[in-house]
């Protein structure tokens, strides 16, 4: 899918950081960038540099592992996550990796975040890593919502208690809001997204999770999409994602 000019290309005296165009040219997602241009992994006319934010003007040849970077059509999907697959690319020993159900071979795409091997529902997927900091990233504070089913019913005093906050392992959790549906069953939605932070929520009132899906990103909602199928997004949807709720 086309986008502006402006945000696809480096046109010369349009200046860009190295840090962005390696992003936009869909090497990895923006963090992993920052790592690799500091490692030394990334070359601008055949020179390593190792500052994300050197400026380039357009006119240079950047290449990675051999091969010569550029920024061409950027690719967005969404996948409905099945329980039992992880979000990885690189683990080889890994027999369910949720990138596989994306069929669309010749890209390289990598997930949006993250959701665990034991969760289910919307994950983006892309090789736009501008895109990916967008959604991941704190500042830009974009609430991802979750459906999620306990093993015993949380009370309103509970409910408030995981909105106010609570301490786990150094690390402070909260929802930014939490709705219930049912005796057993929540719609959380969250803002920072820490490594399990539903789940450790959940269990600081020594409760379980029983089922945990992801239903929105954004704007963005998972709608009627099958579990293990995935769409490419429209314009629209992609803009949908990355709206502030």
């Given at each position: 899918m086309k986008e502006n000019p402006d945000?696809?290309?480096?046109?010369?005296?349009k200046k860009l950081t190295l840090l962005k165009f390696v992003s936009r040219a869909g090497l990895a997602s923006r963090r992993?960038?920052?790592?690799?241009i500091k490692n030394g992994t990334v070359f601008v006319d055949g020179k390593p540099v190792t500052e994300p934010s050197f400026p380039l003007d357009g006119n240079e040849e950047v290449t990675a592992n051999g091969k010569k970077l550029q920024i061409n059509d950027r690719h967005y999907f969404m996948l409905n996550k099945p329980v039992g697959y992880i979000c990885?690319?690189?683990?080889?020993?890994?027999?369910?990796?949720?990138?596989d159900l994306i069929k669309m071979p010749g890209l390289r795409l990598f997930s949006v975040g993250r959701l665990d091997k034991d969760s289910e529902g919307l994950l983006l997927f892309t090789d736009d890593g501008d895109f990916s900091a967008k959604l991941t990233?704190?500042?830009?504070?974009?609430?991802?919502t979750y459906r999620?089913?306990?093993?015993?019913?949380?009370?309103k005093k509970m409910l408030d208690t995981l909105c106010a906050g609570i301490t786990d392992r150094g690390e402070r959790l909260s929802a930014l809001s939490i709705k219930s549906e049912s005796d057993l069953v929540y719609i959380f939605r969250m803002k920072e997204g820490k490594k399990?932070?539903?789940r450790r929520l959940i269990g600081s009132l020594?409760?379980?999770?029983?089922?945990l899906q992801r239903i929105a990103v954004g704007g963005l909602n998972l709608?009627?999409?099958q579990v293990g199928k995935f769409k490419a997004l429209s314009e629209r949807e992609i803009k949908l994602a990355l709206k502030e709720q």
């Open positions: 945000l696809n290309q480096n046109p010369v005296g992993t960038t920052f790592e690799l990885t690319n690189d683990d080889p020993n890994a027999p369910l990796k949720a990138v990233h704190p500042r830009y504070e974009i609430v991802k999620v089913w306990t093993d015993k019913p949380l009370s399990r932070e539903i020594n409760r379980k999770t029983a089922r709608g009627d999409l």
